[in-house]
């Protein structure tokens, strides 16, 4: 099971080499796992959002892609079916850019192969499966860095008001969860837990997913004091002084900062700058839209499913079950990202150490990012 493996990951390869990710629906009521076994079962997992998470999207259609390539028939053209594939993963989600990215990645690199791989079915998928792993091994190892660069940040912070616990808010999962370990916006969190610094976390509940609700399931799996609250209920605590910093993830970040988030966003980060409170986003460099110059206008918004707010899922004592909270015939509109300007943002939190919202912050630490 996933809680014998630290940290947890949410994929991860059996003994056999098939691949296994946690199946988020269920959580954080129930820990269930699930066998990726082909194409098909990666595009399901990616659009059901049995994974989520732009870090964890890309390296589940690398692993997608693999399996492309080993459920091809014998005989079939290899490249053909890369492209195919490849072109139906990119279709899932349109928002998070790491989707993008790893795909382009794959097929660039599998393109590249030598002859004696690319003429030869076993030797092809077996580098395919060989690059998923690569990918799946360095987001654990970005993670670990932009938690390495953020626990220094909590300490300055810390030392601020350093008779009580650092308070922190954040905004759905950008946790270990959304990626294959320790996350973005809670990777110095489990620093935190490895180290004793002292924190305390406001957790938004994050409608209409809820997956605030899965950061709370990985704040208690690593013992950090945190607090479930309503959507709306951040401005005031800012407002009051009960919050430090707001630290969050990203789906999507153009060169001048401007960042794509779950929706709500915008709104903390509108509040933290009224009460002038630091206002972080945690990314890898993947997340990085070198195409984009702003945001505003050119990233593409998701319109999830109207289910998704007329109703909600939750445990009784049957069971999970599913209850309707709208009236009937209600109009609804479901947009799953929103937009915060990088003029709001204090520091984009990376791999690389903590980064001004600007293009001129991002290139120099990103020098591969130029086109």
């Known amino acids: 099971m996933l809680s014998s493996i630290y940290p947890p990951r949410s994929i991860w390869a059996r003994p056999d080499g098939e691949i296994e990710y946690m199946d988020q629906r ?17 595009v399901r997992a990616i659009r059901e959002m049995e ?42 989600r349109p928002t998070a850019v790491n989707l993008m990215w790893a795909l382009d990645g794959m097929v660039n690199r599998l393109n590249q192969q030598p002859p004696d791989v690319l003429g030869e079915a076993t030797a092809f998928v077996a580098k395919a499966r060989e690059l998923a792993d690569e990918l799946a091994e360095a987001d654990v190892a970005t993670c670990r860095a932009i938690g390495e660069h953020g626990y220094k940040l909590l300490e300055e912070l810390h030392t601020r008001q ?13 946790g270990g969860l959304g990626c294959v ?12 837990a490895e180290r ?32 479930y609250i309503v959507d709306n209920a951040g401005g005031l605590l800012m407002l009051k002084g009960k919050v430090d910093a707001v630290i969050v993830g990203a789906d999507r970040v153009a060169l001048n900062g401007d960042t794509a988030n779950k929706i709500g966003t915008y709104l903390k980060a509108l509040a933290a700058k009224d009460a002038g409170i630091p206002f972080y986003v945690a990314l890898p460099s993947s997340t990085f839209d070198p195409k984009l110059e702003n945001a505003l206008d ?63 912050a991002v290139l120099a630490a990103f020098p591969e990012l130029k086109g």
């Open 26 to 42: 269920w959580l954080p009521h129930e820990e269930r796992t699930a066998h990726l076994d082909s194409l098909a079962t990666a």
């Open 51 to 92: 994974v989520r998470g732009a870090p964890l999207i890309g390296v589940t259609v690398a692993y997608g892609l693999w399996l492309a390539l080993r459920e091809a028939p014998a005989g079939s053209n290899l490249l053909q079916h890369l492209v195919s594939a490849a072109s139906l993963l990119r279709q899932t």
């Open 162 to 174: 350093p008779d009580r616990p650092l308070q922190l808010l954040t905004h759905c999962n950008a």
């Open 181 to 192: 370990a320790y996350g973005t916006a809670t990777a110095p969190l489990y620093l935190v």
């Open 196 to 227: 004793g610094l002292p924190v305390h976390v406001w957790v938004d509940e994050t409608r209409p997913r809820n997956q605030g609700a899965l950061t709370a399931y990985e704040l208690k799996r690593i013992g950090i004091p945190h607090t």
């Open 298 to 360: 050119q990233i593409p918004i998701e319109e999830r499913a109207a289910e998704e707010v007329h109703s909600v899922w939750g445990h009784t004592p049957a069971g999970m079950q599913q209850v309707r909270v709208t009236p009937p015939d209600t109009q609804v509109s479901n947009p799953g990202f929103d937009i915060t300007p990088g003029r709001l943002i204090t520091g984009l939190l990376t791999e690389r150490g903590l980064l001004a919202p600007n293009r001129e």
